[in-house]
């Protein structure tokens, strides 16, 4: 079946649209910034000091190549929080876009996770070089990476689709996430092993995606084995339910994002 020229057009206009909202959202971002992107990485590397002088130095947790293993943790999880949370409160602060005619509101939530996920690639070659390092010989498996970025994206914007929509009508739903995304960012293995949970408690583990996408990034870069399959597909299958759901959700909701901004 042919596309028509309506359709193609549109796609056309989407695709136009949402590389000039990423490209503003990078300029805006290091406007006037003498470090430019390397912010991007400032947060991150503070954390990984943290954590290697606590649990390297005061409380020793034995895990082999730690840098890599937390860095690895902290790219992914961070890429995740900062979007979500952004992802969130995007209507809020897009009051000028919303309020043009015919503007398709439901690309904001995909610029945000768009606009992480070039992040996320900037800090690769530096996780990369920690690897090295670290003496971590790297697999032909790194050529899945591709297919994790697309998994984490995809759950990305299934979550900010349902956050987005519900923080115009309920303004606490930004302040209530980050208590949330604080909690969950503890029941992610970032700067410890699920070797140390107790195994009565790995059903709780199993039930946040978070774990098994930071297990399979590890599993492919620093341990250079197979990520856990099995998980990765009942994750994208239930992402393959959500998403539609959530854009309807969101879809009906912009209907009176005027009125409620």
């Not at 919303?98 to 509101?105: A, V, Y």
């Not at 856990?228 to 209907?255: C, E, H, N």
Request: proline share 5%; net charge positive; hydrophobic share 55%.
């Amino acid at each position: 079946m042919q596309t028509s020229p309506i359709r193609r057009w549109r796609l056309s206009y989407i695709g136009d649209l949402l590389r000039s909202l990423v490209d503003r959202d990078m300029k805006l971002m290091y406007k006037r910034s003498a470090l430019g992107i390397v912010w991007t990485l400032i947060s991150p590397l503070l954390q990984l000091l943290v954590f290697v002088f606590v649990f390297q130095v005061i409380i020793k947790i034995d895990i082999p190549q730690y840098s890599s293993y937390v860095f690895t943790g902290l790219l992914v999880w961070n890429w995740f929080q900062n979007c979500l949370f952004q992802a969130t409160g995007v209507i809020i602060s897009s009051r000028a876009l919303i309020r043009q005619p015919s503007f398709p509101t439901v690309i904001l939530p995909v610029v945000i996770v768009t606009t992480g996920l070039i992040h996320f690639a900037l800090a690769l070659p530096v996780l990369v070089i920690f690897l090295l390092i670290d003496g971590v010989k790297l697999t032909p498996l790194v050529l899945l990476l591709p297919l994790l970025q697309l998994i984490q994206f995809a759950l990305t914007v299934t979550a900010s689709y349902f956050l987005a929509a519900f923080n115009v009508t309920f303004r606490d739903t930004q302040h209530t996430l980050g208590v949330l995304l604080q909690f969950l960012f503890y029941l992610t293995p970032v700067f410890y092993q699920l070797d140390n949970i107790p195994k009565q408690y790995w059903y709780v583990y199993g039930l946040n995606p978070m774990v098994h996408i930071v297990t399979a990034y590890r599993q492919i870069l620093v341990w250079g084995v197979q990520p856990d399959w099995l998980a990765l597909m009942t994750i994208t299958g239930t992402i393959l339910i959500l998403l539609p759901i959530g854009y309807r959700v969101f879809k009906r909701q912009s209907l009176r994002f005027v009125e409620e901004i």
